[in-house]
């Protein structure tokens, strides 16, 4: 059984920042891969940052530059910086063990103009 926990989404001004956090965990959990998505209602689930074990990671290229994904163990971080309001969406944490896949529930950011 892994369990996910999301954290950090909420509501800022173009511009701002928001930090999102993901921790997993189960017995012997070790994840290959961690990463967020996204989705809005008018577009389709999408990959915005992947980090594996040896720590190389992803970027969705709309977000290179202004998103930074870090990793310790089993927990993962997006921060998120000079936020678009078309970075408004429901953001989830993927966790990737062998051929298993975790998502969590999903956390809020709303970024106004």
């Known amino acids: 059984q892994v369990h996910i926990m999301e954290s950090g989404g909420g509501s800022v001004q173009a511009g701002g920042s928001l930090r999102l956090s993901c921790e997993a965990s189960g017995r012997g959990l070790l994840p290959n891969v961690m990463a967020w998505y996204r989705q809005s209602p008018a577009n389709q689930r999408e990959l915005v940052a992947s980090i594996d074990r040896m720590r190389s990671t992803r970027y969705a290229d709309s977000v290179k530059g202004r998103f930074t994904i870090t990793r310790d163990s089993a927990t993962v971080h997006l921060q998120m910086n000079s936020l678009k309001p078309e970075d408004t969406a429901v953001y989830y944490c993927?966790?990737?063990?062998?051929?298993?896949?975790?998502w969590g529930q999903g956390t809020q950011v709303t970024v106004s103009s």
């Open positions: 993927n966790v990737m063990r062998g051929r298993d896949v975790y």
